[in-house]
T-cell receptor, first 117, second 121 residues
Framework: AQTVTQSQPEMSVQEAETVTLSCTYD???????LFWYKQPPSRQMILVIR??????QNATENRFSVNFQKAAKSFSLKISDSQLGDTAMYFC??????????????FGKGTKLTVNP | DAGVTQSPTHLIKTRGQHVTLRCSPI?????VSWYQQVLGQGPQFIFQ???????GRGNFPDRFSARQFPNYSSELNVNALLLGDSALYLC????????????????????FGPGTRLLVL
């Protein structure tokens, strides 16, 4: 079974600084997708960024970028120029086709990020 | 465009009761998935429906059931509620459910609704 591990339960960063959230996963599949979702206190789960495993280039979305190391099964999220609105729970998630036919997302336990003024 | 909507936003039930949660996907989305998020944990997959058929089921008891309607909206039903069923229930929709393409399989992004907070007393 696939597993996703986020080893940092909580992190904090000063506004305008850069922070990196860690994620590792375990799978024997070669074709899969990885995601970072953000869940603010309002509870709405919002997609931050996605990465296709077959792409070697790391995904970027404005201030958000990932460091995808396929051999190491590592998928970290870097947030540059942190803003107060980035305060939220961040979840790393994995999906692959061969999971009984469904495209379920497997989530880590999350990292609580606090951006301080 | 409206995002994924869920109703109700909050619900309080007692043990042994039954509950129905509802989800309307983003317009044009045909796949709906349900997740349970216990406080302090990541979401756990319950069901996926695509084109009104069950595509996948997570490790949940038979007290949990779901269905998808012709308009692609979905209901999650939980019978004989237990205290441990207290959680945030999230619905997610996507355009397709895993299409075979150039890279053999393409996964559409799942977009989440605001969730239903269920409290079982």
């Amino acid at each position: 079974a696939q597993t996703v591990t986020q080893s940092q339960p909580e992190m904090s960063v000063q506004e305008a600084e850069t922070v990196t959230l860690s994620c590792t996963y375990d799978t024997s599949e070669s074709n899969y997708y990885l995601f970072w979702y953000k869940q603010p206190p309002s509870r709405q789960m919002i997609l931050v960024i996605r990465q296709e495993a077959y792409k070697q280039q790391n995904a970027t979305e404005n201030r958000f970028s990932v460091n995808f190391q396929k051999a190491a099964k590592s998928f970290s999220l870097k947030i540059s120029d942190s803003q107060l609105g980035d305060t939220a729970m961040y979840f790393c998630a994995f999906t692959s086709l061969t999971q009984g036919g469904s495209e379920k997302l497997v989530f880590g336990k999350g990292t609580k990020l606090t951006v301080n003024p | 465009d409206a995002g994924v909507t869920q109703s109700p936003t909050h619900l309080i039930k007692t043990r042994g009761q039954h509950v129905t949660l509802r989800c309307s996907p983003i317009s044009g989305h045909k796949s709906v998935s349900w997740y349970q998020q216990v406080l302090g944990q990541g979401p756990q997959f319950i069901f996926q429906y695509y084109e009104k058929e069950e595509r996948g089921r997570g490790n949940f008891p038979d007290r949990f059931s779901a269905r998808q309607f012709p308009n692609y909206s979905s209901e999650l039903n939980v019978n004989a509620l237990l205290l441990g069923d207290s959680a945030l229930y999230l619905c997610a929709s996507s355009l397709l459910a895993g299409e075979r393409g150039f890279q053999d399989w393409y996964q559409e992004t799942q977009y989440f609704g605001p969730g239903t907070r269920l409290l079982v007393l």
